[in-house]
């Protein structure tokens, strides 16, 4: 291996593995050589012994390992401060998102709505199986698959009593590969009807799929849902805007309905948009709602969070607990 090309080995290595904590030194730099080799010192020091170079070269050594002293310590303590930061970041979300996981994981009204949106959704379906006018094109619902048809509450709630309450992609990740996603109320008997009813059924969901995929579809026969395969599990795989995904399925199918816990899941442009945006783009599709739209409760996690403000989940608790308490008050 050439010494460029180990000083390239190096630097991507402390990059990868956050283990270097002073500076990288390429291998076949001259004037390092001299100055910080011990045994460039001393052939230096033989052959010049009244030369100041030999006490610059020690002085040197001293300097770089107070320097490099130095910048470890002060690698070390930011480390733990960013590790304390995030720790009450984590604990200061857990306790925000108590009281609604506690509603979703105990209440009789989420059940309630649970069973009450599949209702809608399959009165739905059953209309379009015997409307004629529908018959140009094979019949497909399009759902999202976590707190819409699998249920996390218990993944998130044990997360939450230990201090974490951010569901970052890392936590997801974790929470998938346990494939202990369980079925909502309700969900596995409105899937099978459907099925029954020969209306395809189309799972568009976010979860990352080079490495959720297989695992997505294990978990999902495990619950007796149908239609599992890949041609009807749609993860995310290059862009999370689901809207991509709902045209592949729109061109083939006459899709009844829509049915998801975030905006996100609904063909109507809400990605990216500030929460004024998304709120008027909801006011503008308010006649869908519960006919070809079906919404299920989630105040847990969401869209809704990070559109409360710009880079809202990267703000300190205090910061966050300022753009709560204006909400709150207006």
């Known amino acids: 291996m050439k010494s460029s090309s180990l000083a390239w080995y190096v630097a991507v290595a402390c990059i990868g593995g956050s283990l270097c904590m002073g500076p990288v030194v390429q291998a076949d730099s001259p ?4 100055t910080n080799s011990p045994v460039s010192a001393a052939v230096v020091t033989q052959a010049q012994p009244a030369q100041p170079v030999t006490v610059t070269a020690v002085k040197n050594d ?31 979300q857990a306790e925000t998102e108590t009281m609604g996981l506690l509603w979703m994981r105990t209440s009789a009204e989420y059940r309630a709505l649970a069973y009450q949106g599949y209702n809608v959704a399959m009165n739905a379906v059953k209309m379009a199986v015997t409307d004629p006018s529908h018959q140009r094109k094979p019949l497909a619902i399009v759902l999202d698959a976590d707190e819409t048809v699998v249920d996390n509450t218990k993944l998130m709630g044990e997360s939450i009593v230990n201090g974490n309450g951010r569901f970052d992609a890392p936590w997801w990740r974790q929470a998938v590969h346990q494939g ?34 297989d695992v997505t579809i294990q978990n999902f026969k495990e619950l007796g849902f149908p239609s599992v395969d890949k041609d009807h599990v749609l993860l ?53 709602f519960g006919t070809t739209f079906v919404v299920f409760p989630n105040p847990a996690y969401g869209s809704w969070v990070s559109a409360l403000a710009k880079g809202y989940q990267n703000l300190s608790p205090e910061e966050q607990k300022q753009v709560n308490n204006q909400y709150l008050q207006q």
């Open 31 to 34: 004037t390092k050589v001299k």
């Open 62 to 92: 001293g300097v770089s390992a107070t320097t490099n002293n130095t910048v470890t310590n002060n690698v070390v303590a930011n480390d733990v401060a960013a590790q304390e930061a995030l720790n009450q970041k984590q604990q200061y």
């Open 180 to 213: 202990k996603s369980q079925a909502m109320p309700g969900a596995v008997e409105f899937l099978n009807e459907v099925h029954k009813q020969g209306v395809e059924i189309f799972y568009v969901s976010n979860r990352y799929a080079p490495v959720n995929l």
């Open 236 to 288: 995310f795989e290059k862009d999370s805007d689901k809207q991509p995904r709902f045209d592949m399925i729109a061109k083939k199918y006459y899709v009844i309905v829509y049915m998801g816990d975030n905006a996100g899941d609904f063909p109507i442009g809400t990605k990216g948009k500030t929460l004024a945006e998304r709120n008027s783009i909801i006011d503008a599709h308010k006649e869908d």
